[in-house]
């Protein structure tokens, strides 16, 4: 064995690959980094530590082209100066003379394979962290300066800002069960919720908000609550003229807690930046993966809203049982609420009089009789998670008579009015998101299929569950694939410097590039395939692979001219 020319040939390869790579990583990670510096989510003073926390993310995509111009340089020169020919007159054949490549391209397919499913979903981790660490600054400068802060689906404004620090005392009052790392306390409060397309759904104005901020596997997770807060469906004035059951509602709706969202970050929650080991737990747990969960909770709380309905409708047409008793939006503030005919309909129930008996809704204050309501008949619709997470009921009464029981000789007063948000005395939610995800799904399948949102919940989750599934298997296929891509590409690369022996190493470089950013590029959009699931799982892992064959082809194409000279 020629070892003299094998250390020769493995110390230059090293010696290229470190020097192009290292330029490359630089260059990348640095021109990653300008955006979140740009955006006031990194100070100037940290981007040298998030460099170099970038930097061992990007070999995956850096080593196989570093590697490609080591082979090239190394094996052109060795041509050009007549060394493989001289090796081949001594009796070393080209295989032979390859030995170099095949042990670095082995220890570069497994090191690569190690850093794609353990070591680089670390160092976005620690990226992502790091640019989350000042995410309290960001929230409280940003709302002190007149900005709109948005994460999720709601923008938030305020005329003062603050943080706090989370002491003790403060812990035990609001009462939550992950203690936060950070809090803001904000004052005159305005706050926006959208829906999946951007348009308003719901507008919120409080008198103080706190915004609590949490460590959520590894990610920022803000909760916000809002204190004597009055709320409001944000609909255009066009769909208010259109059609009358489109009509905001407006009320007192209380303290409002919101549950805790993912707040924007650099790099999302997706499998692409997990651990073989979370890759894992998250196929046993899908409901960990933000797109499913999102829409899991939409579902729970449709479900939830459409139980209430049920339930309703069954109290109120008992005409032996008790009157249907519901909860406000005012600490110890209940109704009762009794009708002669009740009838289902798609988006509610419509409470009818029959004769003289008319609706009748009882408003009470700490047990006290306080106001009530007379109607020729009312429209109930139950809106699932508005405005907070548990269903709420809201009422539109028509051809009301309103009596104010506390001032005494008031007449009554006629009107077309919409009630406050009421809901159930027990908490409807939760006993949907104790449940499992199988069962969920099965429950709505069976018994919610006829609701069309509950429909709509069902469908998303399973195709988002399923997507999550394809995602994972794409994930192992990629990784595995690319690692194998990085080695032949020194094969390709080397063989291409021996073949094309008349060429500039340039030019050799420039097709041993092309033919490397194909199998990448290639290989990427098999995953595009693989996650949609109206294709063949099959299909999107056989285009995963295509890169991998696409260098196979040309390695043994190239190989059989070289060998044929």
């Known amino acids: 064995m020629p ?5 020769y040939i493995l110390k230059d390869l090293l010696k290229l690959m470190a020097l192009s790579g290292g330029a490359l990583l630089a260059v990348i990670s640095v021109a990653v980094a300008i955006k979140p510096l740009a955006d006031g989510l990194l100070e100037a003073s940290a981007v040298p530590r998030f460099v170099f926390y970038l930097m061992p993310t990007m070999l995956p995509l850096v080593l196989p082209f570093a590697g490609a111009f080591a082979s090239v340089m190394v094996f052109s020169r060795l041509t050009t100066d007549n060394e493989i020919l001289a090796c081949s007159a001594g009796g070393i054949s080209y295989w032979r003379i390859l030995m170099p490549i095949y042990l670095l391209g082995a220890v570069l397919m497994v090191t690569l394979f190690g850093l794609s499913n353990w070591v680089v979903p670390q160092f976005f981790r620690k990226a992502e962290l790091m640019i989350q660490e000042d995410i309290t600054r960001v929230v409280v400068t940003k709302l002190k300066s007149d900005q709109t802060f948005t994460f999720d689906k709601f923008s938030l404004w305020a005329d003062q800002a603050e943080q706090l620090t989370p002491t003790k005392e403060f812990l035990a009052k609001i009462r939550s069960e992950v203690p936060p790392y950070a809090v803001i306390a904000a004052k005159g409060v305005v706050v926006g919720e959208t829906d999946r397309d951007g348009k308003p759904v719901h507008e919120f104005t409080a008198e103080s908000a706190t915004m609590l901020l949490f460590r959520d596997r590894g990610q920022t997770a803000a ?8 709320g409001y469906n944000a609909v255009s004035d066009e769909a208010r003229d259109d059609d009358k059951k489109h009509n905001p509602w407006q009320g007192r709706v209380g303290d409002v807690s919101f549950p805790p969202v993912r707040l924007p970050s650099r790099f999302q929650d997706d499998p692409a930046f997990l651990s073989r080991e979370e890759l894992q737990e998250l196929s046993r747990k899908p409901l960990e993966y933000d797109r499913v969960r999102v829409h ?4 729970c709380q449709a479900m939830a809203a459409e139980v209430m309905k049920q339930l309703s409708y069954e109290t109120i047409r008992d005409p ?13 503030e209940t109704y009762t609420i009794r009708a002669p005919q009740v009838e289902v309909r798609p988006n509610g129930l419509l409470l009818t009089s029959a004769g003289n ?3 009748g809704i009882d408003r009470r204050l700490n047990g006290t009789l306080s106001r009530h309501y007379s109607a020729k008949s009312a429209w109930v619709r139950f809106e699932p998670g508005a405005p907070a997470p548990e269903p709420r009921a809201v009422i539109e009464l028509t051809e009301a008579v309103v009596e104010d029981i506390r001032i005494a000789g008031a007449p009554p007063r006629h009107a077309e009015l919409t009630l406050d948000p009421m809901r159930w005395p027990e908490p409807m939610l939760d006993k949907q998101r104790v449940k499992p995800l199988n069962d969920i799904l099965d429950e709505a399948g069976k018994s919610f299929l006829h609701v069309p949102e509950i429909a709509k919940r069902h469908r998303i989750v399973i195709e988002q569950r399923a997507k999550l599934w394809r995602r994972i298997v794409s994930q192992t296929h990629e990784r595995a694939a ?9 094969f390709v690369s080397a063989v291409l410097a021996m073949s094309l022996r008349e060429t500039m190493s340039l030019q050799v470089f420039l097709i ?6 194909l199998a990448i590029i290639v290989t990427h959009s098999g995953e595009n395939l693989l996650i949609e699931p109206d294709n063949a799982m099959p ?13 196979m082809v040309a390695l043994f194409v190239t190989y059989r001219k070289l060998a044929d000279h």
């Open 3 to 7: 070892w003299t020319l094998y250390r």
């Open 223 to 230: 909760s916000l609550r809002l204190s004597n807060a009055f």
């Open 296 to 299: 899991w909770e939409k579902l």
């Open 320 to 332: 032996d049982g008790d009157w249907l008793r519901l909860l406000g939006a005012v600490p110890d």
């Open 357 to 359: 008996r008319r609706v």
């Open 482 to 490: 690319l690692a194998i891509i990085s080695m032949l590409a020194l």
């Open 512 to 517: 041993a590039f092309a033919l490397t950013f």
């Open 539 to 551: 299909v999107g892992i056989a285009a995963t692979w295509a890169g991998v064959v696409i260098l």
